[in-house]
């Protein structure tokens, strides 16, 4: 078997959902191939080369790949797919934008969101928000599969010397183009890569109240993030939303304040190393997954809080 991972960057540096895909990869068992579509990536593929277990990295340089933009990646990835038995991305925009093109061009069905590898047929996914684990055994003769990165312990990013070969083949669809982005710039980690998530939720009761956790999560060194509740009242950009149409997280410590804990809200953060939870209501849902829960005025508790760090 040989697996075909597609890479996530930003055609300067790898991100680390990659190694969460790899890891999958290795699981899965067989040679491990990483294909690097952009332009001017050269040094996201050296990067790729030496993560530990890939044995090669397909390196796609032209401009139409410069923005990633899925009309132009997905025929590119099932080109080269066709010779591989599995094809998995990471469970990001990106790669839940590029893959389910690719399991349509190759007339197979896709899987989405593993978070286990029991062989290489057979995996588990989470269905109804978390709630209820899958066992899916697919039959496609190649096996398209997206990662939840949380699902995975990250591979080494040192270690590796793989071949790195030029990949010649250029597809435009010519039926979208890169218009522009606007990328929201702060100095604290981003939310899927911190160690730390001070999340706030519709008991913060405006934007402005935010300002607390910002003060906490400084301290901390940590990321800030929100609720769908906090994010759909206009509180904050959304960003930040953690949830299931947000951003999953898995942190070694994650603090929700004014959180009451949906389901949407949990199942982008329960597989979370230490859950605290800060609410005046003792019934909130949230307290039910927390490892430690205060119940208490946030408004009290969080400046409190950030004296004591």
């Known amino acids: 078997m040989t697996i075909l991972v597609i890479a996530e960057h930003d055609n300067k540096v790898l991100a680390p959902a990659t190694l969460n895909t790899v890891a999958a990869a290795a699981k899965i068992g067989g040679d491990i191939h990483v294909l690097v579509a952009g332009q001017g990536a050269g040094a996201v593929a050296e990067a790729a080369a030496k993560i ?39 469970a990001t925009s990106n790669g839940k934008n590029i893959l389910p093109r690719v399991a349509a061009a190759l007339d197979v069905d896709q899987i989405s969101e593993i978070i286990s590898v029991e062989s290489a047929d057979t995996f588990k996914r989470p269905i109804y928000a978390g709630n209820a684990i899958a066992t899916v055994q697919s039959t496609a003769a190649i096996k398209v599969i997206t990662v939840r990165a949380t699902g995975f312990d990250p591979v080494a990013a040192e270690g590796g010397s793989a071949a790195v070969e030029a990949v010649a083949a250029a597809h435009n669809a010519g039926t979208s183009s890169f218009v522009g982005e606007e990328l929201a710039k702060s100095d604290r980690p981003e939310l899927t890569a911190a160690k730390i998530v001070v999340s706030g939720g519709r008991g913060m009761q405006n934007g402005d109240n935010f300002k607390h956790l910002y003060a906490l999560a400084d301290k901390l060194g940590a990321a800030v993030g929100a609720s769908r509740a906090a994010v759909d009242a206009g509180f904050v950009p959304n960003d930040m939303q953690v949830g299931q149409t947000g951003k999953i997280v898995a942190p070694q410590l ?28 003792e ?9 430690y829960g205060l119940v208490a005025d946030l408004f009290e508790a969080v400046p409190e809080l950030e004296k004591l760090v």
């Open 52 to 90: 530990a277990g890939v044995s090669k990295v397909l390196n796609a340089d032209n401009a139409a790949y410069a923005h990633q933009l899925p009309e132009n990646v997905a025929p590119l990835v099932a080109e080269l797919g066709a010779g591989y038995s599995h094809i998995l991305a990471a």
């Open 254 to 281: 994650y603090i929700a304040v004014g959180i009451s804990g949906a389901i949407q809200h949990l199942a982008g953060m329960k597989d979370s190393k230490v859950i605290v939870a800060i609410n005046k209501d």
């Open 283 to 291: 019934e909130a849902p949230i307290f039910q997954v927390a490892d």
